[in-house]
């Protein structure tokens, strides 16, 4: 067991004092950091602004340094204080574990001097430095990541409380104005709008100035190397895509391109972006990704690697689509919960999926990401979605990609089916302005669907999250014989799953033509019976593989 797993466990379950954040009232980080990249030292002051929506008082507080353990990297609490500028004690976070005492050093407590009353503000004061941090090609990634554990935060983000544990994956709403000083030939990069950019001539450096509200994170890049392009978009949207000046590369220009017209894609749908500006920077030396903060991507710059041009056109296509979809989801609406984060997941990868299909892009990246939730249905994994984060770290192996992506997203194309697309989106953007920035939940989200799609989905959500139930179809025999110059078809259908699914049947006559039929899949075993002028061929369910069946080997048959 890790020290983190043991936070989780252990820290959650000590008896401290309940603390609850309410979206409503956001606390507000007024950040400014002094950046010495050739030095790999910052100094940062943060005065951070708390709201106690909690029925009780609170002693201390806790907060998330999660950049303290990343790549080397140390973050340095020099002093914590209150508005009248008292000093209070603060201290990494300290458990037992095996009669030792642990230390975990992404985890800072501090002590209050006196009681912080309910429904009531205090504000602190931070003064820290970071030193040694990681430069990759070239540039200083100051991440905030709501999905990794270990690489946010670069300032003390307040840990949320919720149901009488300390939720360190919760990600709420924040307020941000922050002040960035680098040498005066760097770029910053950041998640939030651009107030002010000036020259400070006296000491040869520059001062950047970002305002942004609702947000979840605050990320920051910076870089000599790095040179941003802007365009406007909707006559709203700041679309600013960095470049390296050293060996730029051709495919910025895509990126761009792809960039606007994934925007005005979901712009059709929702009418709205979540956001005023979108900044898409060249990332590491791979191409197996990249990664998303509020409205800052990183996306993968070394795409000569590719062996052909459209590879690179889909796999721009698949990320950006993936990640502003990511901005709708998982910034817009907040998802509360100790279960995986389904509806955000599931649901940007739907939207993902949307855009390659009515841009007829192959989605290669979409079926990888479907085949792992066939892959670990058919080997017999628990997929159970509704359960604890605490049981997927001993149970299953890469759940994050099996739960959180693949089977949610087959949710989302399965309540598409059922729905029809034209509901269910404007459903979808029904459900966006009535929660946006609020907080919500599984059962928040599914009784919403319910009543504005009026179907009783009761029964499929609890399939599909609260089991591992499985759809699988199997076409067991085909008899045909000939009568009157005409062909009887029987075609044996077995349901050998325990999800029940409308399957779509193909038949492949001698002369090539094909016939559409659809069996309602509610018969343990059915006997269908069709009659054509010629003999059949082939017979097939799902041969558009729309359906989540897990075994896809006893879906044809050839007849005789």
Not at 20 to 26: I, K, V
Not at 43 to 67: M, P, Q, R, V, W
Not at 350 to 355: A, D, E, M, R
Not at 390 to 398: N, R, S, T
Request: aromatic letters at 18%.
């Amino acid at each position: 067991m890790t020290k983190y797993t043991l936070f989780f466990t252990i820290f959650f379950l000590i008896n401290i004092f309940n603390l609850a954040y309410s979206q409503e009232n956001n606390n507000f980080y007024k950040i400014k950091i002094e950046i010495n990249s050739q030095q790999r030292i910052a100094y940062a002051e943060a005065e951070i602004d708390i709201y106690n929506s909690s029925n009780i008082n609170l002693n201390s507080l806790y907060f998330n340094l999660g950049l303290n353990n990343n790549y080397g990297t140390k973050i340095n609490i020099k002093e914590v204080s209150n508005s009248n500028n008292k000093k209070l004690q603060g201290y990494f976070y300290k458990y037992e574990y095996l009669d030792d005492m642990k230390e975990d050093i992404t985890i800072y407590k501090v002590d209050l001097d006196k009681p912080l009353e309910s429904n009531s503000f205090i504000k602190l004061n931070f003064i820290y430095e970071i030193t040694n941090f990681s430069k990759i090609d070239e540039i200083i990634f100051f991440d905030d990541s709501i999905y990794d554990d270990y690489n946010g935060s670069w300032y003390p983000r307040l840990i949320n409380f919720r149901n009488n544990l300390w939720k360190k994956k919760d990600f709420v709403n924040n307020n941000y104005e922050v002040e960035v000083i680098v040498n005066s030939n760097e770029n910053v990069v950041s998640s939030a709008f651009e107030i002010e950019n000036q020259l400070l001539k006296l000491t040869q450096q520059k001062r950047y100035l970002y305002k942004i509200n609702n947000s979840k994170n605050f990320s920051l890049a910076i870089s000599n190397y790095i040179v941003p392009e802007n365009r406007l978009i909707q006559n709203k949207i700041n679309l600013k895509v960095y470049f390296k000046n050293n060996k730029g590369t051709k495919w910025y220009k895509k990126k761009y391109e792809i960039a606007e017209d994934i925007i005005n894609f979901y712009y059709k749908i929702f009418d709205f972006y979540p956001y005023n500006q979108l900044s898409i920077l060249p990332g590491q030396g791979n191409i197996q990704g990249g990664y998303s903060n509020s409205n800052f991507i990183v996306l993968n710059d070394y795409m000569e690697n590719f062996k052909f041009e459209t590879d690179v056109e889909k796999y721009i296509s698949f990320y950006l689509s993936y990640f502003i979809a990511q901005q709708y989801t998982s910034f817009c609406i907040n998802e509360i919960s100790d279960n995986p984060k389904w509806i955000s997941h599931g649901l940007a990868l739907y939207l993902s999926y949307l855009y390659l299909k009515e841009k007829k892009i192959k989605d290669d990246y979409i079926r990888e990401i479907i085949s792992y939730y066939i892959n670990a249905s058919k080997s017999g994994f628990n997929t159970q979605i509704i359960r604890d984060y605490e049981e997927f770290k001993y149970g299953l192996f890469d759940w994050k990609n099996i739960i959180e992506k693949s089977k949610s997203f087959e949710i989302f194309k399965l309540l598409e089916n059922i729905i029809g697309k034209k509901t269910f989106l404007k459903i979808i953007l029904d459900f966006f302005k009535d929660y946006k920035n609020k907080s919500i939940n599984t059962e928040i989200f599914t009784d919403f669907l319910e009543a504005k799609s009026n179907k009783n989905l009761k029964d499929f959500f609890y399939n599909w999250l609260y089991t591992s139930n499985y759809i699988d179809y199997a076409v067991t025999k085909v008899i045909q014989e000939k009568k009157n110059n005409k062909f009887k078809v029987k075609i044996y259908i077995k349901k050998l799953g325990q999800i029940e699914s409308q399957m779509p049947i193909l038949i492949t006559l001698r002369s090539g033509a094909k016939v559409f039929n659809f069996y309602d899949g509610k018969q343990k075993e059915a006997e269908l019976i069709y009659e054509y002028n010629e003999p059949v061929t082939y017979v097939e369910i799902d041969y558009f593989n729309n359906i989540p069946d897990i075994n896809k080997s006893n879906n044809k048959i050839g007849v005789q």
